[in-house]
């Protein structure tokens, strides 16, 4: 690559870069007119593509973004009042510089289209007189833009600078608009430090080749698999060898986790282009929106960046077009003439969690049946039968949509079904809930990354699976003749009862083809159950036998067996075989876990639950000291964890240990509920994790008892802080904890953020 071709190539992404910026500071700016600094920070953008153009000779460029300059120059010296139109005029410019842009990269020529048309509209704004922005509910249209299909290439001179007409005065805080655009709740990415440089850690960041990162990422990638081999060897060597295995295995770790940090990009950079996108749409759809992102820092892999760019934003369309309503129906409602739309994202348990959420009309179950009927994607009877989870559902299916018409927006039935498609095809999977007149959700659980992932290790029928441990919640094991007495079947489907919960069976060796496998009442007879997460459900999968857990490096499949549902891909182990990575969805749908007689064994399952208590749930047990005796709902818990005690630091006058990349602070129950302080300064530190929008806290408890399925009701009132009361489990006096009281009690400030919101 020539020195003229790296300068080019750096030219498209820095230009690329500034023109994501100007999307969301021209969508701000229109929400805050009085905003001088985001003027100053566009003008400076637009000066730096026109610049940098002029130099490599794109001369249509630079008399483009030379009249946007020139109507910029106005508005940042206070000679010109921002209107709406202006800002629809100037990001029409942005379109239009994109089209240059594409098609430099293609073929390293400007395009043959003519923008007189649109430098023409930029001029007539600077002989408009001034006025403050007030954004119509339908703004007109942007100027048409005329194409000429024979204009020759030939160099176009740059205009000169129009000279500006003295415009009164305006004021230095305009009038609120009476339709607000989207208002963006997110830092400013533009900030003028004083010394020339446009923000801070401009040093302290460069640029990498994507191929770059990539090749070292597989070369990680055979790292580890070197590694495995070499941990495998070490277990049958001398303990110098062991130790030197060891080393490695650390070093190793450490690199990996450090090429796997470079190839993290923050979620915002996917948001980045919503608030324009929810902008325009509100516009055309004469809707009033408000865009609000929260945790926009979160990171995943490129690849993951990558993949979940077109689904998130079917999504955000969606939620505009047939969620948020008219100002005149929301005003009707009782509601704010303004829709709120709102993009959340975070961490948990190994996974990011994505949640997009509106407060507008819902989703009517009773009219997606109807629709659905009428398309003839499901029968009358199959619809009567369905519960409202189940017809909200239906709006996953191909070809499923409940708009009158087909626009240009929305209608064909092609934005949902691809939603579900694509994240389920990284791993992912999808959830939605909706209250008719309150709003919907949708929730989004994706992988960090599909590169290196930890996996539990199974075998059937002699050969070896991985299963990503995304998917993994337990493990359960049947001996002897409890193998043939607690695994039921429902017109024809097994199932096992887990906590009193009908646990739908898929054996491993049948959904690969095989026969299922018989077991006798045998005393030596073992069921290895491993209980998996796939969609919203749970099931069990039962295999030979569970192996251990470890890093593995996914590969793709071969052309041969790529088409099989059943499998995500594959990977090397330690003694060099190659082993098969398992879908745990496709496994879900090959065995029906979702269809047919497996939700059977779902109704009837919600069925008994309800007619044994409309509140039973899981509760965890666990004691403080050797005399008490508590529970605390199972949902509440995001982790079990155990600490060695020397990993126990201070901050702050708080016991904290490190965990996870983040500083947890912990919280001695014993102390707080006044229990018995005297413990077992030998054993590790047994700490439940309570986790809250982006928050955690870990309780520190003496030991776990069990985890049980009841229906608590309160049979005392406590009298004590920290205890909501007491009630029986299994036949034994328990009391019930009040998680917000006790963390309240020690840490104030800890569900300000949540209040707040």
């Not at 539990?456 to 493990?475: C, K």
């Amino acid at each position: 690559m020539t020195a003229e071709d790296e300068i080019l190539k750096e030219f498209l992404t820095e230009s690329r870069e500034n023109l994501d910026l100007l999307d969301r500071e021209f969508v701000a700016l229109e929400s805050d007119p009085s905003a001088q600094h985001r003027i100053a920070s566009i003008f400076r953008a637009v000066h730096t593509i026109k610049g940098t153009a002029g130099f490599l000779g794109f001369n249509r460029l630079v008399a483009l973004t030379h009249a946007a300059e020139n109507l910029l120059s106005l508005l940042r010296d206070g000679k010109l009042g921002l209107s709406a139109e202006m800002i629809t005029t100037l990001l029409s410019v942005l379109d239009a510089v994109r089209l240059i842009l594409a098609s430099i990269e293609n073929d390293g020529t400007e395009p043959a289209d003519d923008w007189t048309a649109l430098i023409e509209a930029l001029h007539a704004h600077q002989e408009a007189p001034a006025k403050a922005l007030v954004a119509p509910p339908r703004p007109a249209p942007t100027p048409k833009l005329a194409v000429a299909s024979k204009v020759p290439k030939a160099p176009v001179v740059e205009p000169p600078p129009v000279a500006p007409p003295v415009a009164p005065p305006v004021p230095e805080t305009p009038p609120a608009p009476e339709t607000p655009a989207p208002e963006v709740h997110a830092p400013e990415t533009y900030r003028d430090t004083g010394d020339g440089r446009e923000g801070p850690g401009s040093e302290t960041s460069i640029r990498v080749d994507v191929g770059l990162l990539d090749k070292l990422m597989n070369l990680v990638g055979e790292l580890v698999l070197a590694r495995n081999q070499i941990l495998q060897l070490g277990a049958h060597r001398d303990a110098a060898f062991a130790g030197t295995s060891q080393r490695l295995n650390l070093i190793t770790t450490e690199l990996q986790e450090g090429v796997m940090k470079t190839r993290m990009q923050p979620i915002g950079n996917v948001w980045n282009k919503f608030p324009r996108v929810v902008r325009d749409l509100a516009h055309e759809c004469g809707k009033r929106v408000r865009i609000e992102m929260e945790g926009a820092e979160t990171e995943l892999d490129r690849t993951i960046i990558e993949a979940i760019k077109d689904p998130l934003t079917h999504v955000v369309r969606n939620a505009v077009d047939h969620g948020i309503e008219s100002p005149e129906v929301r005003a009707a409602r009782g509601k704010s003439a303004t829709g709120r739309l709102t993009l959340r994202a975070f961490h948990e348990g190994g996974r990011v969690n994505i949640e997009i959420s509106d407060d507008g009309a819902g989703i009517d179950p009773e009219r997606v049946r109807q629709s659905a009927v009428r398309k003839g994607l499901v029968s009358v009877e199959r619809a009567a039968r369905m519960t409202e989870r189940e017809a909200v559902g239906l709006v996953f299916m191909p070809g499923f949509s409940t708009a009158d018409q087909v626009t240009r927006i929305s209608g064909r039935g092609v934005g949902m079904d691809v939603v579900k498609t694509n994240v389920e095809k990284i791993g992912g999977s999808v959830e939605i809930h909706s209250a008719p007149g309150c709003g919907t959700a949708l929730k989004i659980r994706i992988p960090l990354t599909l590169a290196i992932v930890p996996a539990l290790i199974v075998t059937d029928d002699g050969e070896r699976y991985a299963i990503p441990q995304v998917s993994l919640l337990e493990l359960v094991r049947l001996e002897g003749a409890a193998t043939r007495t607690v695994i039921e079947t429902i017109q024809g489907a097994p199932v096992y009862r887990l906590r009193g919960n009908l646990l739908p069976l898929v054996y491993l060796r049948e959904a690969l083809g095989g026969a299922r496998p018989t077991h006798e009442a045998h005393e030596d007879t073992v069921v290895n159950i491993v209980v998996l997460q796939a969609d919203d459900r749970q099931f069990g999968l039962v295999v030979d036998g569970v192996n251990d857990t470890e890093e593995i490096v996914v590969k793709p499949l071969g052309k041969e067996i790529k088409g099989v549902s059943v499998f995500a891909g594959a990977t090397i182990m330690g003694d060099g075989r190659v082993a098969l990575i398992l879908d745990v969805l496709g496994l879900a749908q090959r065995g029906g876990v979702v269809t047919g007689v497996r939700d059977r064994a779902h109704n009837e399952t919600a069925t008994q639950t309800l007619s044994e208590g409309e509140n039973r749930q899981a509760l965890l047990l666990f004691q403080v000291d050797d005399t008490s005796r508590l529970a605390l709902p199972l949902s509440m818990v995001a982790r079990l964890e155990e600490f060695p005690r020397d990993r126990v630091e201070r901050a702050g006058r708080r016991d904290v240990v490190q965990y996870r990349g983040e500083i947890l602070p912990l919280i001695d129950l014993c102390a707080v509920l006044g229990g018995d302080a005297r413990d077992d300064a030998a054993g590790p530190l047994q700490v439940v994790v309570y986790a809250e929008q982006g928050r955690s806290v870990g309780l520190v408890v003496r030991r776990i008892l069990d985890i049980v399925e009841e229906a608590p009701a309160l049979k005392h009132r406590a009298t004590a802080h920290g205890l909501l009361g007491s009630t029986t489990i299994q036949g034994r006096v328990t009391d019930l904890l009040d998680v917000h009281g006790v963390i309240r009690a020690v840490d104030p400030t800890f569900f300000d953020q949540q209040d707040a919101a």
